[in-house]
């Protein structure tokens, strides 16, 4: 545990820094750096990452010490963000870049930062659940709580921003990158691919758990690419893939009908790349679909816990993964909406932004990437 002046030194860095201005980045910059991973670029790079990195940080940091209805008290919150503290101090305690090999030093640090976040996500639900609880089970909404809304959809865009840079600055020292890829950036990706196969890793999370999974049907034209970053589609299509899976399988599992397969379907329009996802999982009633899109409602009736008695994915549980496939969708400027029939099933419409140069993309993504951490500010 740090001494009372170590602590009391590290919050004063982090309001100094939490209250500087963050610089833009747009897709135009890192495509251009990831075009020439030369060593002057990546020394380049990661000096800015020094710097921004700390801003971001340290905004979320204070964060995460300001929430309401006690959530900052609770345990996993107080986890989450002693994860942060941490890669504040980390990086602002490692030396200025000033060579390659202070720039490898660098790069490796923030690769244990990575790591380090990686259940951000589960541990910040954790921590709503602990308060859903202490407010009156696990379904309550409490006066007020579109408050926690707008501070989750603030604090997980800005992480999307965050992990953005630095996985793109660690994707660029691939020494044998993928024909087509600029860090994490694909400049012919594939939706039919990513579809199949986030198909594929839904399906068998769904095996693990009711023995059976429904069929996955996709349609589009297979030869389609656009632009886009890989894994934010692919996690985007795998949780609502899984969702559409659940629905069906646990409508059919006592029946003696065959389970009729989801259906993804690709279309390549002038303005979006539209993905539709569809299923006869049963739908839910139309005034409870805005509650899909919000961090306190779950259709699971048991939430998972971090305590180590769920083993990898499940099928259900925090009620986390629509709000945020629609803040990834979002992030590059696309959205994701959802339509329900009562009594036959849901559609869920990915509207992705194609960007057909470079130079459009900058002037539209930019903003999404620079000010993530603003958002609804």
């Keep these: 545990m740090a001494s009372e002046p170590v ?20 897709l135009r910059y890192m495509m251009e750096f990831g075009a020439r991973p030369t060593e002057r670029n990546l020394l380049l790079a990661a000096q800015f990452l020094h710097k921004e990195l700390s ?16 959530l900052s008290t609770k345990p996993a919150i107080l986890k989450v963000r002693d994860w942060y503290l941490d890669s504040f101090r980390d990086i602002r305690y490692v030396p200025e870049v000033r060579n390659r090999d202070d720039e490898l030093a660098f790069t490796q640090m923030i690769k244990m930062i990575r790591v380090r976040h990686n259940n951000v996500v589960p541990t910040m639900a954790f921590g ?50 993928e024909p087509g890829v600029v860090g994490l950036i694909s400049t012919r990706l594939s939706p039919m691919l990513v579809a199949q196969i986030a198909s ?55 029946s003696d009908k065959h389970a009729p397969p ?40 048991n939430s998972p816990d971090l305590d ?6 499940t099928m259900a549980g925090y009620g986390f993964g629509i709000p945020i496939s629609r803040l990834y ?33 900058a002037m539209f993504c930019g903003t999404f990437i620079c000010n993530s951490s603003d958002y609804h500010e």
């Design 7 to 26: 602590a009391r030194a590290v919050a004063e860095e982090v309001a100094r820094w939490g209250g500087m201005r963050q610089t833009g980045v747009s």
């Design 55 to 70: 801003i971001r940080i340290a905004r979320r940091a204070q964060d995460l010490d300001s929430l309401p209805f006690g």
């Design 128 to 177: 709503v659940q602990q308060l859903k609880k202490d407010l009156g089970g696990t379904r309550a909404f409490p006066p007020g709580s579109d408050v926690i809304h707008q501070f989750l959809d603030r604090f997980y865009m800005s992480r999307i921003g965050i992990r953005m840079l630095i996985g793109q600055h660690i994707a660029l020292h691939d020494p044998y990158p």
């Design 200 to 254: 594929e890793d839904a399906r068998a999370v769904c095996m693990r758990e009711y023995g059976s999974a429904p069929d996955v049907n996709i349609y589009g034209d297979p030869n389609f690419t656009f632009p886009y970053v890989t894994p934010h589609l692919q996690l985007m299509m795998f949780e609502l893939v899984k969702n559409s899976l659940r629905a069906v399988q646990e409508r059919y599992m006592n």
């Design 262 to 301: 989801v259906r993804i379907i690709v279309a390549d329009g002038a303005e979006d790349v539209t993905i539709k996802i569809s299923d006869e999982g049963g739908g839910i009633p139309r005034s409870g679909l805005s509650r899909l899109f919000t961090y306190l409602y779950s259709t699971a009736e």
């Design 308 to 313: 180590g008695h769920n083993e990898g994915v």
């Design 329 to 361: 969708a979002r992030y590059f400027g696309g959205d994701l909406q959802i339509i329900s029939m009562e009594g036959y099933g849901m559609s869920t419409f990915h509207f992705l932004t194609v960007f057909r140069s470079v130079e459009e993309s």
